[in-house]
């Protein structure tokens, strides 16, 4: 049973540019979750995704998109980059969008903006 | 503000020794509560949660967790920690009704055990 994979590990970017990270959620999962880790800080939440629709969003700007594809994976984009956007990004999946269903992470992505 | 507050940024323990992480949150309403922790190297993984009920949850490898309302309180504990328990902990709690599955977590704790 996989569980929820995301591509790539690492990225470099360089200040203005434009990113596209993946997840695919855990088998049987329909929802899933983008949140942001800077270094020495909890995971933020970004927006969640369910049935292919934006649920909710936090505290980020527009440059923060994403989309979700029937298969239930997703796309996070980022764009016009800021130094200050260098964080690992995490994906996590549920089976469905209420609190108490548990989110599952995935191992992340790096990105580091220069 | 609403928040999730680990006071313990780093705990350093030896090997049988007891461990109580702590954390409040600040957020009104129903709350769930979790426990993730993640080893170096590895993902998030989930620990233990508390939705209802017996205010004291279980978990894995050892690890139980108590709801105290009064004190917006789900402190984990685990009575003799090994090396392998060294990880980042992270509570988080989401909030019934409006905001969905958001979780909203504390800033970590790291744990340090010494063999």
């Known amino acids: 049973d996989a569980g929820v994979t995301q591509s790539p590990t690492h990225l470099i970017k360089t200040r203005g540019q434009q990113v596209t990270l993946r997840c695919s959620p855990k088998s049987g999962h329909d929802t899933v979750s983008w949140y942001q880790q800077a270094l020495g800080q909890g995971p933020q939440f970004i927006f969640q995704?369910?049935?292919?629709?934006?649920?909710q969003r936090g505290n980020f700007p527009d440059r923060f998109s994403g989309h979700q594809f029937p298969n239930y994976s997703s796309e996070l984009n980022v764009n016009a980059l800021l130094l200050g956007d260098s964080a690992l990004y995490l994906c996590?999946?549920?089976?469905?969008?209420?609190?108490?269903?548990?989110?599952?992470f995935g191992p992340g992505t790096r990105l580091t903006v220069l | 503000a609403q928040s999730v507050s680990q006071h313990n940024h780093h705990v350093i323990l030896s090997e049988a020794a007891s461990l109580e992480l702590g954390c409040n949150y600040s957020?009104?309403?129903?709350?769930?509560l979790f426990w993730y922790v993640q080893y170096p190297g590895q993902h998030l993984q989930l620990l233990l949660k508390y939705f209802s009920g017996d205010p004291l949850v279980k978990g894995i490898k050892g690890f139980e967790a108590e709801f105290i309302k009064s004190k917006f309180s789900f402190n984990l504990r685990k009575p003799s920690v090994q090396w392998s328990d060294t990880a980042e902990y992270f509570c988080a709690v989401s909030v019934r009704g409006s905001t969905l599955g958001r979780l909203y977590f504390g800033r970590g704790t790291q744990l340090t055990v010494w063999p």
């Open positions: 995704y369910y049935e292919e629709e934006e649920r």
């Open positions: 957020y009104g309403g129903t709350v769930n």
């Open positions: 996590a999946s549920s089976l469905g969008e209420q609190s108490t269903d548990t989110q599952y």
